[in-house]
């Protein structure tokens, strides 16, 4: 089966560098790829989409690629900001299906 | 996207009773999801509600513990019943809108 896999340590950069978070997934290749923000104790918030056949999405600040090859998406936030500071999700969605399968998500924090 | 109101938003609940967790979304959709995300984890699916017919649950979950009601196109309720510690959790509403799932807020419920 499908397993989406996260950095389950924390980033810790400085306010204005670019951080860059890891999604690997272990099996096929989704039909497509989501980045989503959760803040402590809350939902997640839908951040980027990127599909099987498209390599980089950009979206303000923040850019998502999606590396069939490598099996691996990378989700950048240029310019980082303490506001950043939050646990990121990665999560796939196979062709046919409508069901996302999620990551642990990794920490990022900000420092000013 | 899509607005989509939990209530309640935060709860402290005995061990042995039951708590229903009501989300309204502010536009008509056919399927909405429950996930539970236990502290450090990932999210999981629960079960998948569509209006006028049985939920469909995941493996691991079961009806007579987590009761499902979807009344309408806008409106669904989860019960997480005769709670244990072991469901304290948060427990998230989610709607697929366009091959991307956008979360309520969340209800944290905490079991004692």
């Known amino acids: 089966s499908q397993k989406i896999e996260q950095n389950s340590e924390a980033l810790n950069i400085q306010e204005g560098k670019t951080a860059t978070l890891t999604c690997n997934y272990t099996?096929?290749?989704?039909?497509?790829l989501q980045w989503y923000r959760q803040d402590p104790g809350r939902g997640p918030v839908f951040l980027l989409l990127?599909?099987?056949?498209?390599k980089e999405k950009r979206k303000e600040r923040l850019k998502v690629t999606f590396d069939t090859t490598l099996k691996q998406s990378l989700f950048h936030i240029t310019a980082s900001q303490p506001a950043d500071s939050a646990t990121y999700l990665c999560?796939?969605?196979?062709?046919?299906?409508?069901?996302?399968?999620f990551g642990r998500g990794t920490s990022l924090i900000v420092h000013p | 996207s899509a607005v989509i109101s939990q209530k309640p938003s935060r709860d402290i609940c005995q061990r042995g009773t039951s708590l229903t967790i009501q989300c309204q979304v502010d536009?008509?959709?056919?399927?909405m999801f429950w996930y539970r995300q236990q502290p450090g984890q990932s999210l999981t699916l629960i079960a998948t509600a569509n209006q006028g017919s049985e939920a469909t649950y995941e493996s691991g979950f079961v009806i007579d513990k987590f009761p499902i009601s979807r009344p309408n196109l806008t409106f669904s309720t989860l019960t997480v019943s005769n709670m244990s510690p072991e469901d304290s959790s948060i427990y998230l509403c989610?709607?697929?809108?366009?091959?991307?799932?956008?979360f309520g807020e969340g209800s944290w419920l905490t079991v004692v």
């Open positions: 536009s008509q959709v056919t399927m």
């Open positions: 990127i599909r099987e056949n498209e």
């Open positions: 989610s709607v697929d809108l366009g091959n991307t799932i956008y």
């Open positions: 099996n096929y290749s989704p039909a497509y």
């Open positions: 999560a796939e969605t196979a062709g046919g299906s409508y069901i996302p399968t």
